[in-house]
Every structure is written in structure tokens, then in C-alpha cells.
């Protein structure tokens, strides 16, 4: 069961975080009330006990497959989250609204060092959970992505798994991210896109409850001004992932969109649980 914490130890002189919290527990990285722009209905919703509990399971093993009307599915995003941010052993990385933690576990399973941050404790204690079943180790952290309780040049990866559908002010989180973020850092993204003519009422409808929809080049131009300079980009159905370096260090990697490996057949076990199939025509050149 995962503990609170209120930060004590764990914040180095400037205030940020410097050292994890103890195994399972949610350390307390939350910025000041009132200093930083709240959700909508989203973040209301997030903040339930069963929205927790249910959104891996019901949600999110499906989410990329249904979005992409098959054309892509969850297991083949996570192949991608490992293969494009390339953690080395040990490398420090942030998963920036990690919800119940499934890209957190995921690299944390690579090896990576995973602080995973949410603004929702009881997702956080979802996280705590299935990282214990999992047999991961987590550094849990209660904060917000408009305000990253890090000191400056600490990670070598942050990675974003739908969050920027639901910040009030994703260029601000980006300047965050690039703030964090050392010289040869990666920033993955991946995001629901702006949507056709005839999607864009639905969208639209959804902004009522707090969730946004980028264009490419929206966060291409939010991610310019914090600095960041696209790297990789797949974009699939409504789902786009965004590999991004800082423009000071980031390593010179050619473009390469579809990645190498992603046209394979997809396996049936995947089609089964993750709504995959192919589109007609879809990625077959
Ligand atoms: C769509 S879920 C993303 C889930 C997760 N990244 C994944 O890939 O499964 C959005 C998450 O971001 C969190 N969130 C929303 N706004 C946030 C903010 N300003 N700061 C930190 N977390 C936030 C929510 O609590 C929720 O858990």
C-alpha cells in the first residue's frame, strides 16, 4: 500500500526533489495552490478511486488500438516508448502524467531509474500497486506538469503518454520538460491529434471537459519555444507519437517514419487484445 510522504528529505536546498521517496511511497511535489492553471472535468474525474482502478484494464490496453481504428496497438507504442527513448541502464527518466504507471513500469522494466508524476494521488497509488505486482521499483510523486518539483538538466528521458490532451497550458509543461530535460535528453510524446472536418464537433465537445487537441505543428511551434527540436514522429489514425531533443544537444538522428520493424504482420495475440488489425492500404507502402 503505498504511504504519503510530504516531501521531507527528498528536497534538496533550491526545493526540488533530489532523492526518491521510500519504496511505495507518494512523495508530496505539489507547487503551491493557486500557481498554476487547474483542469477541467477531466482532472475532476481523475481524481476517483475507480477511474484508477479501471482505466488500465478497461482503457488504456485498447485505447491506441481504438483510436487508430486498428491500425496500431498499445503493445506496439510501448516497443516504440523503448526502442526511440533508448534508456541506458540507469538512466534517469520522468514520466510526466504517468496515471497507474504503464510507460513508467514499462521503462522501469528496461532498466531505466522511472520518477512517475501525477496530479491524482489515487492514480499514483494505482501505480504503487501495480508496480509491486510487477516487481518494479518506482519513485512516486504527487506534482504538476505546468510546475516539475526537478531541478534543472536531471533527466535523461521524459516521456508524456496522453497527458497533453489534458494540460490547460501545454506550452508551459513543455517549457518544464525542456527545463528538466540534460543536453542528449528525449522527449516522447504521444497524443491524440486534431481531428478531420467530422471529427472536430466530438472534439470539440470534449473541450467542455477540459481536453485539447494539438495539431503537429502546434506542438511542433510550443516545442520550438521551449527549445525542443523534433526528432522522430509516427503519426497513426488520431494517435501521433513525437520524439523531441533539446536543440542545444540533441544527437543528430535522421527521420525515420514508419520506424523499421512497425509494417510486420501484426501478431494475432496482439489483434486479440489490443483491437489491432490493419487498414486497408494502411502502411503497406
Ligand atoms: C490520459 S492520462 C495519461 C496516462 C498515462 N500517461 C498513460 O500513458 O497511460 C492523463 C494523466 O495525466 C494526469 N494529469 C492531468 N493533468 C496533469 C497535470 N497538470 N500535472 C500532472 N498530471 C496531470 C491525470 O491525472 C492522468 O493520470
Known amino acids: 500500500m503505498a ?11 533550491s526545493g526540488a526533489l533530489d532523492g526518491p521517496g521510500a519504496p511505495g511511497a507518494i512523495v508530496d511535489g505539489r507547487p503551491p495552490r493557486g500557481s498554476v492553471p487547474g483542469g477541467g472535468a477531466a482532472a475532476w474525474v481523475n481524481r476517483w478511486r475507480l477511474t484508477a482502478r479501471a482505466y488500465e484494464p478497461l482503457w488504456r490496453h485498447r485505447s491506441v488500438g481504438l483510436l487508430t481504428r486498428g491500425a496500431f496497438s498499445t503493445a506496439r507504442e510501448l516497443k516504440a516508448l523503448v526502442a526511440w527513448t533508448a534508456p541506458a541502464a ?5 514520466d510526466v502524467g504517468c496515471s497507474a504507471g504503464l510507460y513508467a513500469r514499462t521503462l522501469a522494466a528496461a532498466g531505466a531509474n522511472v520518477h512517475a508524476l501525477d496530479a491524482s494521488r489515487p492514480f499514483l497509488v494505482e501505480a504503487a500497486r501495480l508496480a509491486a505486482r510487477d516487481g518494479v521499483s ?5 506534482g504538476d506538469a505546468h510546475a516539475l518539483p526537478f531541478a534543472d538538466d536531471r533527466f535523461d528521458a521524459v516521456v508524456v503518454g496522453a497527458t497533453l490532451n489534458e494540460l490547460a497550458d501545454p ?9 528538466v530535460l540534460r543536453p542528449a535528453g528525449r522527449a516522447w510524446f504521444m497524443y491524440a491529434r486534431r481531428a478531420g472536418p467530422l471529427g472536430r464537433p466530438l472534439q470539440a465537445l470534449m473541450g467542455w471537459g477540459g481536453l485539447r487537441f494539438p495539431a503537429p505543428d502546434e506542438l511542433d511551434a510550443w516545442a520550438g519555444d521551449a527549445g525542443l527540436v523534433p526528432i522522430q514522429s509516427e503519426e497513426r489514425g488520431a494517435v501521433v507519437l513525437a520524439l523531441y531533443g533539446l536543440g542545444r544537444g540533441a544527437p543528430d538522428v535522421a527521420a525515420t517514419s514508419p520506424s523499421p520493424g512497425w509494417e510486420g504482420p501484426t501478431p494475432r495475440r496482439n489483434r486479440r487484445f489490443n483491437w489491432e488489425r490493419r487498414l486497408d492500404g494502411e502502411g503497406e507502402g
Not at 5 to 11: L, T, W
Not at 138 to 142: E, F, G, K, R
Request: net charge neutral.
Open 138 to 142: 518506482l519513485s512516486l510523486v504527487q
Open 90 to 94: 540507469g538512466a534517469e527518466v520522468l
Open 3 to 13: 504511504g504519503t510522504s510530504d516531501g521531507a528529505g527528498a528536497r534538496g536546498a
Open 171 to 179: 506550452a508551459r509543461a513543455l517549457g518544464e520538460i525542456a527545463r
